[in-house]
């Protein structure tokens, strides 16, 4: 009896223990979040709000909506339109820019936004004697190849930037050293969005760290910042374009793909980018998930040393690109979010070539062209791809494979290698390769950023292209970056293109969407081929 | 018990030396270029020169080591390379989330291994003792990232009772004090936030604790059978003593030692089991942080917390070996 009741009582204190648990665990209302925030969730946390000092697309993404540029890229598209500039005129000679600003805006801070503050923020990066030159300013020495100051081997400014001035209270002008083509894309870039000069003053290195507040004159304002947990921002009432529809946009911190997805399916979320690539067609089947694509903006590529046998005779290269069928890869192995790649521009961008088709997939014309080329059976040769994945290979390793299967059903003998990305970096650009996957993602909507790392300013930064049609095409690229019309330099990019096609020194294998899914009533949300996306034009559907 | 105490805390000193320069040369090793990491596929040979230089990466293997001891001496961890902040800064806001979740998968794997151990060594051979050694062998075996998104996909996706992932819901305000949710909770007088802590621990928590949850079961089990073999148990059960007092006062106590042994052991897998519960769950601590900042060769970052681990494992087995002389009066430290 005695042994009865101690049981009967051990499960009865069981029982109130797990009633306790239960009723904690259930929710009075589900955890759908409110309608009024955007709760969007990315797989990494932002390194900071100063737009001027970051690379990462996290804090890319969180700039977009603090911070207004000069001039902005047009929703979903690569051209640009004014913005906090209203005008702008360039000389003939595209050396001087002059940039007439609005002159009803004020920072987050409540200070005024005018060429002074312009000037400020150009100098802030461009001369390394200003009081506020902390951080390392990669953009902006990448794009305009250098600092006040810095000279080449015969003493001359490696700077496109010359100098900026303030012609008058809201007018600036930027005067270059040698013409820039690009400029004006480079001028809706996130590493020019314009910061409170007083916020910079006040805040000095510490300025986007997590503890101090940013102040831009984007259609939200900072908030908090939780490290690793959230960033909240809340609606700009004074926003000088469209205000924001709803109060508040929260970036989460959600790391791994598989738990983003089904924090999204939880309702914990509203939008989520990069999931995983079986997950995409699990949205679009699931009648509470929705899928939008960013157009194309990215290129993967085979690169070749052209100067190394056998692949200095271009029928070997071209006899590498007719043996991958690459519509089978972009089906397979881009989950169907992509499309065949024939050229560096990707058809979403202007300078693309609609003209320059793919050789098509044909193995027995590729081995009739290796015999030609004495090419032994069997080759074998190191073909190396990147360890991780990349915005332009989503899955480096099983599209290495796939092309490993295509030239050994062709007769070469490929060993498939990889190692470190940051030493592959390394390797690719010593020449320790012959032939290596690589690829580019599009910064600034220009063809001269798709072109030009790889091909000409200052210096190639993979020596691989070393055929007498290289330096037609580069002569091309060249003469491109001094135009400022983009009538005049569309068709440079494109016979630059052709020329390549022609030379077969890369092999094009696609150029990637990118999927980002959201809640089925969300609105307003416009994919930009360059992930700059304003979230001012979001909201729910009733 | 003093000197002892104060000997074990002065021999931390050469040990964390020890892994201090393992850890920096070994890094140094692996290929890849931390400032290419950084700078990325776009960044101009300026740029890469500009990073190297500004972390003292391009000076030699012992200047740069000496440098980083001398910081390391007065107190700074330096910066990380990606993010630059300091590194004392990122773990002081950090490490409070991985505390809270070890410490509640820690509590839940006491609160869950503990009575199984026991009721199945004193129910040996029965179908209880067989369920709770099954439940531990799964425990055991089940992969923390597929249970985590199982919970997940279970409990937060289908029906909907606990959040998915974070350690707070984003709407709610809460003041940050120790950066420990429920603390600041309880601190702030903030029941919303405390409620809503609770709630986003649960499935982290169970998550991580199963596998501390099975090995101390185990343990449990097998020292109890051992301790309840010995002939003392047999004169206490002779001396008319009720099971209950057998089982907890005379033979548990003496099979804690064991238990207590695999406890302190438990802190190396519940950081080390973070690194995947913190994935799955976004939750904001230190294991996936060092995991991303291996990856990125973030040397300061792993080198910093390196040393941080490695103290916080020696304070723990300390503690253990200091405990063994609480709970076993036979043992003395001299």
């Known amino acids: ?542 | 018990m003093t000197s002892y105490i104060i000997r074990r805390l002065l021999s931390l000193i050469p040990t964390l030396f020890g892994v201090s320069i393992i850890v920096f040369l070994f890094l140094r090793m692996i290929p890849g270029d931390p400032a290419l990491a950084l700078g990325g596929e776009h960044a101009t040979e300026a740029t890469v020169e500009r990073i190297r230089e500004e972390f003292g990466l391009n000076e030699s293997l012992p200047r740069q080591y000496i440098t980083y001891m001398g910081k390391i001496l007065r107190g700074d961890l330096g910066r990380s390379i990606l993010s630059k902040r300091p590194i004392a800064d990122e773990i002081r806001v950090r490490f409070p989330a991985t505390l809270e979740l070890s410490v509640c998968a820690l509590i839940l794997a006491l609160v869950v291994g503990l009575p199984a151990g026991i009721i199945s060594a004193t129910k040996r051979n029965t179908p209880i003792d067989n369920i709770a050694m099954v439940g531990s062998l799964l425990g055991i075996s089940m992969p923390i990232f597929w249970l985590g998104l199982m919970l997940n996909w279970f409990f937060a996706v289908q029906l909907g009772w606990l959040p998915s992932v974070t350690r707070l819901d984003a709407s709610i305000d809460l003041q940050r004090i120790t950066n420990l949710i429920i603390v600041d909770s309880i601190l702030t007088g903030n029941a919303e936030a405390l409620l809503n802590g609770i709630k986003h621990l649960i499935l982290p928590s169970i998550a991580l604790s199963t596998i501390s949850m099975a090995i101390i079961a185990r343990m449990t089990r097998s020292a109890m059978l051992e301790v309840l073999g010995q002939d003392y148990i047999r004169t206490a059960r002779a001396k008319g003593l009720i099971e209950r007092v057998v089982t907890v006062r005379h033979a548990l106590k003496n099979a804690l030692l064991p238990v207590i042994t695999v406890l302190g052991l438990q802190v190396g897998v519940l950081l080390s089991g973070a690194v995947l519960t913190e994935t799955i769950f976004a939750w904001p601590g230190i294991g996936r942080w060092l995991y991303l900042s291996i990856l990125s060769r973030d040397y300061p970052i792993v080198q910093g917390m390196a040393l941080f681990i490695t103290a916080l494992f020696l304070v723990v087995n300390l503690l253990v070996d200091v405990s063994y002389a609480l709970v076993d009066p036979r043992i003395r430290y001299e």
């Open chain 1, 1 to 542: 009896m005695l042994r009865y009741s101690k049981t009967l009582g051990a499960l009865v204190v069981l029982g109130v223990l797990l009633g306790l648990v239960l009723s904690a665990c259930a929710p009075a209302a589900p955890p759908a979040a409110e309608e009024v925030d955007f709760i969007f969730a990315q797989g990494a946390d932002a390194t900071k709000t100063d737009p001027t000092d970051v690379t990462d697309g996290e804090s890319i993404r969180v700039c977009n909506q603090l911070y207004d540029g000069l001039v902005r890229f047009v929703p979903g598209k690569t051209l640009v339109e004014p913005n906090l500039a209203t005008e702008w005129t360039t000389s003939d000679d595209g050396l001087v820019w002059e940039f007439k600003l609005r002159d009803d805006i004020k920072f987050h801070d409540g200070t005024d936004f005018n060429a002074d503050a312009v000037v400020y923020n150009a100098m802030r990066q461009f001369d390394p004697a200003h009081p506020e030159h902390t951080g390392t300013f990669e953009y902006w020495e990448y794009m305009y190849l250098g600092f006040l100051g810095d000279v080449d081997d015969e003493g001359n400014p490696t700077s496109v930037v010359k100098s900026v001035e303030a012609v008058d209270e809201y007018t600036v002008r930027f005067n270059l050293n040698r013409p820039l083509g690009p400029f004006i894309q480079d001028m809706g870039m996130f590493y020019m969005y314009q910061i409170s000069p007083t916020a910079l003053k006040e805040q000095g290195e510490n300025y986007g760290l997590p503890a101090y507040t940013p102040a831009g004159t984007g259609p939200f304002k900072f908030v908090e910042w939780v490290e690793g947990d959230h960033i909240t921002l809340e609606r700009y009432d004074d926003y000088h374009g469209e205000v924001a529809k709803v109060n508040r946009v929260i970036i989460r911190i959600i790391p791994d793909n598989a738990a983003r997805y089904l924090a999204l399916q939880a309702g914990d979320i509203h939008g989520m980018g990069f999931p995983n690539p079986d997950d995409v067609p699990n949205c679009e089947a699931d009648e509470n998930c929705q899928v939008l694509t960013r157009p194309p903006n990215t290129t993967a590529f085979i690169n070749i040393m052209t100067d190394r046998e056998p692949w200095d005779d271009p029928n070997v290269r071209r006899a590498l690109d007719l043996a991958i069928d690459k519509q089978a890869i972009v089906d397979s192995l881009y989950g169907g979010l992509g499309i065949v790649g024939t050229q560096f521009v990707p058809p979403s961008l202007w300078g693309h070539d609609p003209n320059i088709k793919d050789r098509g997939y044909d193995p027995e014309e590729a081995r009739r062209l290796l015999d030609e080329a004495g090419v032994e059976e069997g080759f074998t040769f190191d073909f190396w791809y990147m360890p991780n994945p990349r915005p332009y290979y989503p899955v480096p390793e099983d599209i290495a494979e796939a092309i490993g299967t295509y030239w050994a059903d062709v007769g070469l003998n490929p060993q498939l290698k990889t190692e470190d990305w940051s030493t592959y970096l390394d390797d690719r650009a010593a020449g320790v390769f012959d032939i290596w996957m690589i690829g580019w993602t599009g910064d600034n909507g220009d063809p001269d950023n798709f072109f030009c790392f790889f091909v000409c300013i200052p210096k190639p930064r993979e020596g691989n292209w070393n055929t007498e049609i290289a330096q037609q095409a580069i002569d091309l690229l060249l003469q491109a970056q001094t135009l400022s019309a983009q009538a005049e330099r569309e068709p440079l990019y494109q016979q630059a293109a052709a020329l390549e096609h022609e030379d077969a020194s890369r092999l094009f294998i696609a150029h990637n969407e990118t999927a980002l899914l959201f809640r089925p009533d969300l609105r307003g949300f416009v994919p930009s081929p360059l992930g700059e996306e304003f979230y001012n034009s979001v909201y729910f559907e009733e």
